[in-house]
């Protein structure tokens, strides 16, 4: 369900519905703590081109049909069952990692599997191929159960592209290779949370305002098994960021009870502007 507004900021009459989107926070514990996937967006792709973020995109139609083939689907609407296995699809397509197990089995699919199914990844991202065939034809069952809900956010009504996106965490299979699909991404990382953040000061990384803010959220818990209960505990706020015109300057507002270091923030000025940031 989409937020309404807070009090005082109206619907933009040209405001586009957002589109259904999923992402996952793939996390490990590394030598040095939790780390998380990360991807480099490609510099031709038209949302968050160039910025390191994590996996994850649009929602297609065919998520929506595959209950059958869902382990923890039973007690989920059309909505969270979609947005789940949106996630786990994009995750297999962008970065090969795939929470799923063999029909029947409770372990998910080793990687030594994933590696003969890594050909499908362009299929299914080409649409030569449907996620329901796919799941059929090797006998998969989507493991929904791995997924837990971490945020939500809805792209500012003043965006000309809009997503109402869930962010997920789960733990990457320890014998799965995640690697950037070369399409939507070009690059790939596993990186500790505060090192991601510290990239986004100096330069090195670009981060956009809601990546940030989950990462900084992520650098709270000190291993997956901390992550994973954190989201269990959190009530989950829609985040819809709104801006607000002040004495000092244009402000970006997200609600102060969605848990995160802030709840607003000073945008910088227009480049060429004359004013400060």
Same mark, same amino acid.
């Given at each position: $369900? ?14 586009? &519905? ?6 996952? @926070? ?10 998380? !996937?990360?991807? /480099? %967006? ?16 649009? /929602? ?6 595959? *209950?059958?083939?869902? #382990?923890?689907?039973? #007690? ?12 786990? %699809? ?10 799923? %197990?063999? *029909?029947?089995? +409770?372990? @998910? /699919?080793?990687?030594? *599997? ?9 299929? @299914? ?8 065939? !796919?799941? &059929? ?8 159960? +791995? ?15 809009? !997503?109402? +996106? ?8 320890? #014998? ?10 070009? #690059? ?17 990384? +670009? /981060?956009? !305002?809601?990546? *940030? ?32 015109? %002040? ?16 709840? &607003?923030?000073? $945008? ?10």
């Amino acid at each position: $369900m989409i937020a309404a507004p807070p009090s005082g900021h109206s619907r933009m009459p040209s405001s586009p &519905e957002p589109v259904p989107a999923a992402t996952i @926070l793939m996390l490990r514990d590394g030598p040095e703590g939790l780390e998380v !996937f990360m991807v /480099v %967006r490609h510099h031709q792709i038209d949302f968050a081109s160039g910025a390191l973020v994590f996996p994850g995109g649009k /929602v297609d139609p065919g998520d929506a049909v595959v *209950r059958d083939h869902c #382990d923890g689907a039973d #007690d989920l609407d059309e909505r969270d069952l979609a947005m789940r296995v949106g996630a786990i %699809r994009e995750a297999f397509e962008e970065c090969g990692i795939l929470l799923a %197990r063999p *029909r029947g089995d +409770t372990a @998910l /699919v080793s990687g030594a *599997r994933l590696e003969a199914l890594d050909a499908y990844r362009d299929k @299914l991202h080409s649409g030569e191929l449907s996620l329901a065939d !796919f799941l &059929e034809q090797e006998q998969l069952t989507l493991a929904l159960d +791995t997924l837990t809900r971490f945020a939500h956010w809805i792209t500012p009504e003043m965006m000309p592209k809009r !997503f109402d +996106t869930d962010f997920f965490v789960a733990a990457a299979p320890a #014998d799965h290779v995640a690697l950037h699909d070369g399409h939507e991404s070009v #690059d790939s990382i596993w990186i500790r949370p505060d090192d991601a953040l510290a990239g986004a000061v100096d330069g090195t990384y +670009t /981060v956009i !305002f809601p990546t *940030r803010l989950n990462i900084e959220m992520l650098a709270e818990s000190k291993d997956v098994a901390d992550a994973v209960a954190a989201s269990v505990a959190r009530r989950i706020v829609s985040v819809l960021p709104v801006t607000e015109k %002040r004495e000092d300057g244009n402000y970006i507002v997200i609600p102060a009870d969605a848990g995160y270091r802030i709840s &607003e923030e000073k $945008m910088a000025a227009p480049a060429g502007s004359g004013k400060g940031a």
